[in-house]
Each structure stands twice: as structure tokens, then as C-alpha cells.
């Protein structure tokens, strides 16, 4: 099995009423409880929204990222997949698409130092 990234963009969850929202996030707990049932889950948490970028030689500091609400990065997963197309379909699974959000799905390349 293969480590997946899931990042999760978008902000539409916030137009959500506080009960929509709820029952929303319920069908979340169930996806990744069910992925940790099978033993897919290895981890991930939602981002805060106050970030900093650090850039270029000079290690330029600014606050940000500023990208539209839709491409804003608001969490992620890590679960365990065969291949991409394996992930993709247990992406699919994912509830973020009831609120027309995107995910961006990226192996992950462990590194033996």
C-alpha cells in the first residue's frame, strides 16, 4: 500500500447553517471512521484560516495565503492506497463534494534519511 495525500480546498462549508454544518460534519466522522475500520486512514486534520508564507532567497515573510475561498487549502488526509486510481475512487467516497469543494490527490514519496 501506498501513502496518498488528500488536500481539501474550498470554503463552501462555511455558507452552511450550524445544523447543516453539523450533519455535514457527522458524514465525515463516518467516511474516516470507515477508512480507519479498513485500515486506509494514517492521518489528517482541518488547517486553520491565519497563515504565513515564507518565500525566496531573502525568506520574504507575508501573511496569507489570499487565494479565493475556493482554492484555499482547508485540511487533509493521509490514507493508504494501492495506486492513484485506487485512491481516487476512495476519494470519491469523500463528503466534500455535497458542498461542491475540491480534492487534490497526490502520492506521497517517503524519503530515507
Not at 447543516?20 to 475500520?37: D, P, T
Not at 486510481?85 to 455535497?98: F, L, Q, V, W
Request: glycine fraction near 12%; include cysteine.
Amino acid at each position: 500500500m501506498k501513502d496518498y495525500l488528500l488536500l481539501f480546498r474550498g470554503g463552501e462549508m462555511q455558507g452552511l447553517s450550524e445544523e447543516e454544518r453539523n450533519k455535514h460534519l457527522a458524514k465525515w466522522g463516518q467516511w474516516i471512521g470507515s477508512l480507519s475500520k479498513e485500515g486506509k486512514f494514517a492521518g489528517g486534520d482541518p488547517l486553520g484560516v491565519e497563515a504565513r508564507v515564507i518565500s525566496g532567497k531573502k525568506m520574504a515573510v507575508t501573511d496569507g495565503p489570499y487565494a479565493e475561498s475556493k482554492e484555499m487549502v482547508g485540511g487533509y488526509l493521509i490514507i493508504k492506497a494501492a495506486d492513484l486510481n485506487s485512491a481516487t475512487e476512495i476519494t470519491k467516497e469523500c463528503p466534500i463534494y455535497e458542498v461542491d469543494d475540491v480534492t487534490e490527490i497526490r502520492e506521497i514519496h517517503h524519503m530515507d534519511f
